[in-house]
């Protein structure tokens, strides 16, 4: 069993930067971690995820603005976001799974992934 707790969310203006991080606590020798996040009204979508080993995956929007990074030591995971938009504006939720292959990793994947924490809303004006 995992348990994942999200903070750092808030608001910000548009161009402006976040971090949000995630503590996963309980069995979480080797899982994977990542973000997913959900707007109202829309689908959900993976934004990134990272394993101890190999490299971070990102969906297409996140590439170049948002970097994921993993705190093996303290079990957190951290997704730092610059030039935020409002399009950017959602629910951000932490997700882990003991079972990953971060080279094939997919949306689709990410957002099946075991555990997923409450979320923490990214707001942003513009």
């Known amino acids: 069993q995992v348990t994942l707790v999200e903070s750092g969310g808030g608001s910000v203006q548009a161009g402006g930067s976040l971090q949000i991080a995630c503590k996963a606590s309980g069995y979480v020798s080797r899982i994977c971690m990542g973000w997913i996040r959900q707007a109202i009204g829309t689908e959900a979508e993976g934004v990134a995820a990272?394993?101890?080993?190999?490299?971070?995956w990102y969906a297409d929007f996140a590439k170049d603005r948002f970097t994921i990074s993993l705190n093996n030591a303290k079990d957190t995971v951290y997704l730092r976001m610059n030039n935020l938009q409002p399009e950017d504006a959602a629910m951000y939720y932490c997700?882990?799974?003991?079972?990953?292959?971060?080279?094939?990793?997919?949306?689709?994947?990410?957002?099946?992934?075991?555990?997923r924490g409450q979320g923490t809303q990214v707001t942003v004006s513009s």
């Open positions: 997700a882990a799974d003991q079972t990953c292959e971060i080279s094939t990793m997919t949306s689709t994947r990410l957002k099946m992934f075991d555990y």
């Open positions: 990272i394993y101890r080993i190999g490299s971070p």
